[in-house]
């Protein structure tokens, strides 16, 4: 639900009301139809104006029930991972079908629109989308330098953290970072900082040598990896050459929270900002968090010359280029389209059933699903896999869910660049307690950078908790119950509180707003109970292979986790498996990886 709100009123204290929007052109763009409380109504994804950044929108194709097309590869799910998929084997000359169940692409990271004002609905923190082609380590950017396409960014270097001790800056700077370090934790926490930073450099100089687009999962990663073994030899050595690194290598397959024992961080405010770090990033605490993934985002942070990302347009910008790289290399995303079953005949995937008796698509190659751990044996016939299988999928741990708030707002009078884009709001600044329920609230206002997500003189915030909300509060509510109504503006009074630390008379200058619930997130973003994703421990995230033959998967369930650069890399990692060695290596070519 849209409601607006009067100057100076919260939300307990406005009559709300459903806001209906107008009927479009057929030439307008795609329209998502999404339902917001108790009305259906359609929300253009991307208005007129930004038609001419926004010009690629994959059209869901009607199918009858007695339609039977082909194709060589069959991907399920179009979010960051099966469209990263899609796009290495597009460029290779494989005949690509995506099969998307929502009217929108981008899964968790698809964008949408309001009254003209336009939102993401997941990610907000990249890094590596303005590397030169051939050096970002981001496997979203490896996707789109195979296909040829590059998203214009905004460019800044870091955010703000509000804490019960105090406010400071997280910044991209080493020394500033350190400084801030030592204002808080005094000099002992910066010593312990610049000893973890020595350990943890040879990790991430030795996880930047070898890019995700680089793995496959089957016993040809020996030759797809060849090409890079003398950069692999140097990393070797420079680990070798040094007691921090031969440390660090004994933690190469371990946690992150395993490098911090090792590194004897003790420094309570210190841990609190690593967990926090690394809780932002994975949605776990370190002792759930592979050490080579914190060691990674690390580097790329404190890398000389290093900035954070915002694509202009938002994340619609990059589902966009993803999808036009994919169509214009021969391939096909088709919106509207969810699979009822996976296809299986004589002990192999061969397709995909569409729901709705909508047709039948055949796979001469393999079917890849990018559906979570808990969903893809949903789809599979019984049988299909072995039970202890199917019973380990349905048990994997989870992360929380979400409440979300997006809203519209007056920004008369703001200076949005000197405000910024990025907030964490900390409720309880203690290292035990950063997990904790609606503890962490991100704040992104993507206006600050990029004027033209709102018309002129407003702007767009997008507040959530991350990963905290349990799932389990809202599992017996009915959606449009005067109960969940009344949770919805429970829960999202802290929401408010955080931005109110940003800007503190939002409530006056807000003009409309929508609150997400977790049921929101299980439904539109076909989350398992409106999870960030799974809670593995580091050795615990599987590989593209499936007990099925003829099935692989991708996505923030299998390695290397959760996250858009971990996920865009999975899907590479699915792709490259079915690739020749020398098909694989010209798509390393292709991204620069020479």
């Known amino acids: 639900m849209l409601t607006s709100a009067p100057a100076r009123r919260k939300p307990s204290q406005v009559a709300c009301f459903a806001f209906q929007m107008k009927s479009v052109a057929p030439d307008a763009p795609r329209l998502c139809q999404c339902r917001s409380l108790r009305r259906r109504h359609n ?6 104006r930004h038609a001419a950044t926004h010009v690629t929108r994959a059209v869901s194709t009607p199918v009858s029930s007695t339609e039977v097309t082909d194709t060589d590869v069959v991907v399920i799910g179009a979010g960051v991972s099966g469209l990263c998929c899609a796009a290495a084997l597009a460029t290779q000359g494989i005949a690509v079908t995506v099969v998307e169940a929502h009217t929108v692409a981008g899964g968790a990271a698809h964008g949408f629109s309001r009254r003209d004002h336009h939102f993401d609905s997941g990610p907000s923190f990249y890094f590596g989308l303005q590397d030169p082609p051939g050096t970002s380590l981001n496997g979203l950017t490896q996707a789109l330098d195979a296909l040829g396409e590059h998203v214009p960014c905004a460019s ?16 991209v700077s080493p020394r500033e970072y350190e400084d801030t370090i030592r204002r808080f934790a005094g000099d002992e926490g910066a010593r312990q900082w610049r000893t973890l930073k020595q350990r943890i450099t040879p990790l991430s100089d030795f996880a930047g040598v070898l890019p995700f687009a680089a793995f496959r999962g089957d016993a040809a990663v020996a030759l797809s990896l060849s ?12 680990i070798a050459s040094s007691p921090e690194g031969l440390g660090s290598l004994a933690t190469l397959g371990g946690s992150f929270g395993d490098v911090l024992r090792a590194a004897g961080i003790t420094n309570e405010w210190l841990l609190a900002l690593l967990q926090l770090e690394t809780f932002v990033i994975s949605g776990c605490m370190a002792d759930n968090t592979p050490a080579p993934e914190m060691a990674f985002v690390l580097s790329q942070r404190f890398r ?13 910008a990059w589902i966009d280029a993803l999808t036009r790289g994919i169509t214009r290399h021969g391939g096909r995303v088709r919106l509207g389209t969810p699979v009822e079953s996976v296809l299986v005949s004589d002990g192999r995937a061969t397709g995909v059933k569409l729901a709705g008796n909508k047709g039948i698509i055949n796979a001469r190659q393999s079917v890849v699903s990018s559906l979570s751990a ?11 896999w072995p039970v202890s299988e199917v019973e380990k999928a349905q048990s994997t741990p989870e992360c929380g869910s979400f409440v979300h708030l997006h809203l519209g707002f007056d920004a008369t009078g703001l200076d ?36 033209t997500l709102a018309p002129p ?17 809202w599992a017996r509510l009915k959606r449009g119950s005067p109960e969940y109504e009344a949770l919805k503006e429970e829960r999202s009074q802290v929401l408010w509180a955080a931005l109110e630390r940003v800007i503190p008379d939002i409530w006056r200058r807000a ?27 580091p050795n615990g995230w599987p590989g593209p292979q499936t007990p099925l033959p003829g099935l692989l998967r991708c996505g923030d369930s299998t390695f290397p986790g959760i996250g858009v650069p971990a996920a865009a890399g999975s899907g590479l990692i699915a792709a490259n498996t079915l690739l020749s060695v020398p098909q694989h290596w010209r798509l390393l070519d292709a991204m620069g990886r020479r």
Request: hydrophobic share 40%; net charge neutral.
């Open 43 to 48: 929300c253009s994804l991307l208005s007129a």
């Open 457 to 473: 003189g407003q702007a767009v915030a997008h507040v959530y908790g991350a990963a905290n909300e349990p799932f389990d509060d």
């Open 374 to 384: 808990w969903d893809l044996p949903k789809v599979l016939p019984p049988g299909a």
């Open 156 to 171: 800044y270097t870091g955010w703000r953290v509000y804490t019960p001790q105090g406010t400071f800056d997280c910044t």
């Open 304 to 316: 000389e010359g290093a900035v954070l990302d915002h694509p202009i347009g938002g994340s619609q």
């Open 227 to 238: 090409r890079f073994f003398p950069a692999m030899a140097r990393g070797f050595a420079a």
């Open 416 to 451: 949005l660049a000197k405000i910024g884009i990025h907030h964490l709001v900390v409720n309880d600044f203690r290292a035990s307690a950063i997990t904790a329920d609606r503890n962490v609230i991100n704040i992104s206002i993507p206006t600050a950078l990029d004027s």
């Open 511 to 537: 003009t409309f707003h929508m609150v997400g619930s977790p049921l929101t997130q299980a439904r539109y973003l076909r989350r398992h109970r409106g999870s960030y994703g799974p809670a593995l421990p």
